[in-house]
Nanobody, 115 residues
Framework: VQLQASGGGLVQPGGSLRLSCAAS????????MGWYRQAPGKQRELVAT???????NYAESVKSRFSISRDNAKNTVYLQMNSLKPEDTAVYYC??????????WGQGTQVTVSS
């Protein structure tokens, strides 16, 4: 199983980024996919999840600013991040949970929000 995250970078406050996570080795269409983040010195936290049926869930801190989506034809989950704040700075990880509840993590991608 491989989860390949990409799209991180340096962006100014108020800017936008779109993260992508391409999955292989799992039945993507039946997996719940999610984005998590970990800032320096802090625990990893949930950002957003999307079920196989398209139901989404967001952390309160990112609601109305971030949007998670999936393209089952491309085995890819996305995180559109708008109105970014310095406190969004973190390493962002994607995670896939299969229908048999096995979880897999991808490598992280760094997002830095700074002027």
């Amino acid at each position: 199983v491989q989860l390949q995250a990409s799209g991180g970078g340096l962006v100014q406050p108020g800017g936008s980024l779109r993260l992508s996570c391409a999955a292989s080795g799992i039945i993507f269409s039946s997996a719940t996919m999610g984005w998590y983040r970990q800032a320096p010195g802090k625990q990893r936290e949930l950002v957003a999840t999307i079920s196989s049926g398209g139901t989404t869930n967001y952390a309160e801190s990112v609601k109305s600013r971030f949007s998670i989506s999936r393209d089952n034809a491309k085995n890819t989950v996305y995180l559109q991040m708008n109105s970014l704040k310095p406190e969004d700075t973190a390493v962002y990880y994607c995670k896939g949970v299969t229908s048999t509840f096995r979880g897999y993590w991808g490598q992280g991608t760094q997002v830095t929000v700074s002027s």
